[in-house]
C-alpha cells in the first residue's frame, strides 16, 4: 500500500498567521499540541513545504522554515493518527508499522527467556556428573584424559 500524496495542512492560512495567546478551557492537550503546531507553522511565513523524509526535504538547508514546517508537520500527524486510528491514513499506518509490533513482541518475550548472569553463574557452581566417553563409528579415536597413550575405538569402549 502507497502512502497518499495528498496530505492535509495544519495551518491553511500559513502565513497570515495567528499567535497563541489563549487557549480554550475545554481543549484536551491534543489540541492544544495541534494549535501550537499551527500557529509555529503560520510563524514561519511558509505556505508550501515537502513531505518530511522525502528527497526534496532532505535537499533543504538547514536553516530553511520549510524544513522546520515539515517535521511539525509530521509530528502532528503522528499525534493525530495515534489519537485517532480511524484517519484514512490509518490503513497505510497499519500495513507500515502493524508487523513492527508484533516483531517488538516477539523480541521482548525472548529477551524474557534468557538467563540472567547470576542464573549462569549459579548453574555453573552447581556439580556436574562425569561424561562418559563413547567412540562414535567413523570418527578417530579419543584419547582417554589421565591416560596418557590411551586411545577409546569405537567398539572398545568397556576397556577405558
Known sequence: MTRPQIRPRLAPAAGRGRPLHAVPSQATPGQIAGLRAESQIAALGVTNWPVYGSAEWLLLQPRDPRTYAA?????ELHRRL???????????YAAVYGDARQVAAAVLAATRRVRSVREIRDARAQPRPPH??????????????GQPGRYLVHGQENSA
Open 132 to 145: 562418559i566417553l563413547k567412540a562414535t563409528p567413523g570418527w578417530p579415536p579419543i584419547a582417554v584424559p
Open 71 to 75: 517535521v511539525l508537520e509530521a509530528a
Open 82 to 92: 495515534q489519537a485517532d486510528p480511524d484517519l484514512p491514513d490509518a490503513e497505510w
